[in-house]
């Protein structure tokens, strides 16, 4: 398993700069094991067994830190490691046969410089569906670096805290870093919204309970059927401009981000449903 | 904690006006509905007097300088033209000739533009790319060719970076005095313009060879004087054509020469017309509903009545001219403005009766054309590429044999003509500070479009308050039931609960693929030959019918068995029909504005009152029945044919109605490319049928 997770990791890093951060998730998958439950529930399950009625709670709270204690056990590092070892495997392979084929056409530096520089620096300011390029189009030279730290740490910002909250479910904390890495990244385009509203799927019992779901579905169809007009009409008939075109794109990032916050409380408030389940119902051994 | 820190939450203002709006969402729609018919019935009243808004134009300040010598000399030209006793094959090419000898005659530069006409094509697509995309297909026509004549005559202060265009469509092939004179006038304009000195713009004259039709030529000489091909053209068609009897040989040179961006363009014709007094028409809708810059037609608008003394007018409904309701509605307002008037003296509201039936009509007309996107003339061509053009039409009182009522004609034409270029001549950018959108209620009134779009969002503002009231309804509805039952089937239960709305939306969805399909039919019945419009209408009706069972079939029915039919699904499927439909007139109201509100008026009130017909038989009140027969009554009017055939009845009358009618109008849509076509095809037929869907709902 690990071999195959390294090579997709690091296939997916040498295209897009961007599934980079979803090592976390990965790590955390392999050190936990693929089908461990959450952690947090299963620690709830293992105490509520021993304690009957809730006079016996400081027991069960006893029982819960010994417990704790002996948590990072639980985290075995070995296929981790494992895993990081391939990767680096992969990632020198891939690095040397690139190395070998853009010999002629100015080495490596020049191959870095063009696919992850070009990713990076945000040269190219061609119309697109994310929100960089209006953007860029407007700043002055001199704040052009400062700026275009601010957007790409807009992104590196959110890794730890939601890795910190979520890293009981690395597989949701993979579809987040997804969502946010599709909506804020240089150049994003209609797929990468394919990929994650794809993976949307994979939690449908958790994300039932999705508030305001009826009108982001209409709102994300309405947007992505005026966007294609407003570049007609800014870039074919000349009657609008960029502010249209640039509305429609910052209307779906809105509803992105109305998506992702609705989907992140949904999982938690989910988990919290099945912790007082779990609680008030100890003789259901639920699995 | 989580609980109380909603409750607060929902506390908030915005919030509880939601939750107002909701509750009372009927009234809510019932009101804007009537605002927004009322606000369209409104708008001849708050229109405005038209002004020129580009103060470099200054019309008329200038006096004009064309004499009887600039208009003998269009006189000789008519007179040679008329003269021409050939026949139709080489009609074409010797009166060009003729053209082209005075033209160089008189300094300007000449050449000749080939061109093929396309004749009528069906390609869906072209919807949503630009002008060059219609690359003409060389295999099919190569056998049918015209020849536009085009002269420049290049400013000797300008830069030759922009041009004024004239264009005068004439038909070589049919002839007559009426073709004749409008080349005259621009023939006398054209001899003007090579002698003046404040020419700072170029001007290109093309007669454009109109025998395939007055829109083909300018819109192939548009193409390829806007794209540049970079080929030895100019070697490769020079041609020798043989003339007729005579056998004489010509060599004719083909090729195109540019001068720059054109910032206006005026097209020319000459009607015979059954007026009282000289009268000059314009017309002025382009593709899809856009308009040339109002500038335009204001300084052709004052020139003509100020300077001129002619007439102008621009098309009118003359139906509603003697309809009895305008009648008495203008009378309203006459009496309301009347009122008004009395309460405070500085509000002008008032208008009479007389001038609110013409600018209902004007305006009536004016929607229709825009909605329809077809454009009214060879102007059209020039809006593809952002030029701004009219087209002029004079129509005088006599015939035209008389030599000195032409000559006055010639005079007075050739001087409007002047006055418009000297105007234009004067700007430095391009038009840019008048409207783009608006509405004529005369030809010097207009409304533009801050004005006509709120009776639009009033309009159409009930849809989504509707829709999320009844979504939140379905909400309401479902979860309470479920609390009771044991634990793992809750899990299942209340996740296909939450989802359940997006059985609607498939429906909805399987709806609106049908009606791509059925807007992709005609081009595959339009190519049976020998086929009139009534049988391709009846076959167009059966297919559809057919692939809309087939659809179903497939599609919709497995998946309504597992989860049943409770009460509420028809709720869920009307509030998606909202939806879809809402983002459909938006985005059509971008598109072209005046088709998505004729759109709204036909189908809102149905798309709002639409509830299961059995369930209002169920309630024997007064309220459900009236509703029943107001949805019954709608139904059977908002289906595109039935509503074509009531209107084509109420202004021609029931007895010459033919079902291949229909297809004929929609053949026009589709042939100009028109968006009109796509609404009509994927927005308002879907929305049609899954309201009679909703209406024979099962429950």
Redesign the interface.
């Given at each position: 398993l690990a071999p195959l997770a390294a090579f997709g990791w690091v296939m997916g890093t040498h295209l897009s700069l961007y599934p980079g951060v979803l090592i976390i998730p990965l790590i955390l998958l392999l050190g936990n094991g693929p089908d461990a439950p959450p952690r947090k529930l299963f620690l709830q399950r293992r105490c509520s067994k021993g304690g009957k009625n809730p006079s016996s709670d400081s027991s069960c709270q006893e029982e819960e830190l010994f417990n704790q204690s002996k948590l990072p056990i639980t985290f075995s590092w070995k296929p981790v490691i494992h895993f990081l070892f391939w990767a680096s495997i992969w990632s020198v392979y891939v690095l040397v046969l690139c190395g070998i084929s853009v010999k002629q056409n100015g080495g490596m530096l020049e191959m870095f410089k063009s696919t992850y520089g070009f990713i990076l620096t945000v040269e190219d300011l061609s119309p697109n569906i994310g929100v960089l390029w209006y953007f860029f189009a407007e700043v002055f030279e001199f704040f052009r670096n400062f700026f275009l730290i601010v957007f790409h740490m807009n992104i590196l910002v959110m890794i730890l805290p939601l890795a910190i909250r979520l890293n009981h479910r690395p597989c949701f904390l993979a579809f987040v870093y997804i969502a946010i890495s599709s909506m804020l990244k240089s150049y994003p385009s209609v797929g990468d919204s394919a990929l994650y509203l794809g993976l949307l799927g994979w939690f449908?019992?958790e994300l039932?309970?999705?508030q305001f779901?009826?009108?982001l579905?209409?709102g994300c169809?309405?947007v992505s059927?005026?966007s294609?007009?407003?570049h007609?009409?800014w870039?074919?008939?000349?009657?609008g401009n960029a502010n249209f075109y640039y509305a429609t794109a910052m209307a779906f990032a809105c509803f992105q981000i109305v998506l992702v916050v609705e989907s992140v409380s949904a999982i938690l408030n989910y988990d919290r449903k099945l912790r007082k389940?779990s609680v008030t119902?100890p003789v259901?051994g639920k699995s | 904690m989580a609980e109380t820190e909603v409750s607060k939450k929902r506390k908030r203002p915005i919030v509880r006006l939601a939750v107002l709006l909701l509750s009372h969402s009927v009234l809510v729609s019932v009101i804007c509905c009537t605002a927004g018919v009322f606000g369209l019935l409104l708008l001849p009243v708050l229109a405005k007097n038209t002004y020129i808004s580009e103060n470099a134009l200054m019309p008329g300040s200038a006096s004009s300088m064309l004499s009887n010598q600039e208009v003998s000399e269009a006189n000789k030209l008519i007179k040679e033209l008329n003269n021409l006793h050939s026949n139709p094959l080489g009609a074409t090419t010797e009166s060009h000739g003729i053209i082209a000898k005075y033209m160089s005659n008189l300094g300007a530069q000449v050449n000749n533009h080939k061109f093929h006409p396309q004749l009528n094509q069906f390609h869906p697509l072209h919807f949503?790319?630009?002008?060059d995309s219609g690359v003409m297909q060389e295999n099919s026509t190569r056998s049918l060719y015209g020849i536009n004549t085009v002269g420049i005559i290049r400013a000797p202060r300008g830069d030759g970076k922009e041009a004024i265009v004239l264009v005068t469509p004439y038909n070589a092939v049919k002839g007559g005095v009426r073709e004749t004179l409008s080349l005259g006038i621009a023939y006398s304009v054209f001899s003007l313009l090579t002698r003046v000195t404040w020419l700072a713009k170029d001007i290109i004259w093309l007669v454009a060879d109109s025998q395939y039709g007055e829109y083909a030529p300018v819109a192939a000489w548009l193409r390829d004087y806007h794209t540049p091909a970079f080929s030895n053209l100019d070697s490769l068609n020079t041609e020798t054509c043989h003339v007729g009897n005579n056998n004489f040989e010509s060599k004719i040179s083909y090729g195109i020469r540019r001068s720059g961006t054109m910032a206006a363009a005026l097209v020319l014709g000459v009607a015979y017309g059954n007026e009282n007094e000289d009268t000059l028409g314009i017309y002025a809708e382009a593709s899809n509903g856009?308009m040339p810059n109002l500038d335009l037609i204001n300084i052709v608008h004052y020139l003509a009545v100020h300077r001129q003394g002619l007439r102008v007018k621009v098309e009118q409904f003359h139906w509603l001219l003697n309809s009895k309701w305008v009648k008495s509605l203008g009378e309203v307002f006459e009496s309301l403005g009347k009122m008004v008037k009395t309460l405070n003296p500085d509000w002008k509201l008032g208008i009479s009766a007389a001038d609110y039936v013409e600018g209902a009509a004007t305006l009536a007309s004016s929607l229709y054309h825009q909605a329809l996107g077809v454009p009214t003339g060879p102007h059209g061509a020039f809006r593809d590429y952002?030029v701004d053009a009219i087209t002029l039409e004079f129509s005088l009182r006599i015939s035209f044999d008389r030599l000195d009522r032409r000559n006055d004609f010639l005079l007075h034409g050739g001087r409007l003509i002047e006055g418009v270029i000297r105007s234009v001549n004067n700007l430095l950018e391009k038009f840019h500070q008048s409207f783009?959108l608006y509405l004529l209620t005369s030809p010097s009134k207009f409304v533009s479009v801050g004005v006509y779009m709120i009776a639009f969002a009033l309009l159409v503002a009930p849809l989504p308050v509707v829709a999320?009231s009844l979504?939140a309804k379905t909400l309401d509805l479902n979860p309470t039931s479920e609390k009771d039952k044991s634990?793992t089937s809750n899990?299942l239960g209340?996740?296909l609960q939450?989802?359940k709305?997006l059985n609607s939306?498939k429906t909805v969805f399987v709806v609106h693929f049908w009606g791509a399909t059925v807007s992709l039919l005609p081009y595959f019945i339009s190519q049976i030959p020998d086929s009139d419009p009534t049988t391709n209408f009846s076959v167009w009706i059966l297919l559809s019918i057919l692939s809309l069972e087939i659809l179903r079939w497939i599609l919709v029915s497995p998946s309504s068995h597992i989860y049943g039919l409770p009460q509420g699904e028809w709720a869920t499927l009307k509030?998606a029909t909202i939806?879809?439909f809402f983002?459909g007139l938006?985005?059509m109201s971008?598109?072209n504005f005046a088709t998505a509100e004729i759109g709204a008026l036909l189908m809102v009130p149905m798309a709002l009152m639409a509830h299961p017909l059995k369930l209002d038989v169920r309630g024997q009140s007064l309220r459900s029945i009236l509703r029943m027969i107001c949805n019954l009554v709608l139904g059977v009017i908002s289906f595109p044919p039935a509503t074509f055939f009531v209107f084509k009845g109420v202004i021609e009358g029931f007895s010459g109605i033919n079902a291949g009618d229909f297809w004929n109008w929609v053949e026009s849509l589709w042939a100009w490319n028109s968006a009109t076509y796509l609404y009509i095809g994927m927005v308002h037929l879907p929305c049609w049928v899954l309201c009679v869907q909703i209406l024979l709902h099962p429950c």
């Open positions: 449908v019992f039932a309970d999705l779901s009826f009108f579905f209409w169809v309405g059927l005026l294609p007009v407003m007609n009409l870039i074919w008939r000349g009657t389940l119902k259901d | 949503f790319s630009g002008p856009q952002q783009f999320a979504y634990a899990e209340s996740v939450s989802w709305w939306v509030s939806s879809s983002i938006g985005l971008v598109i």
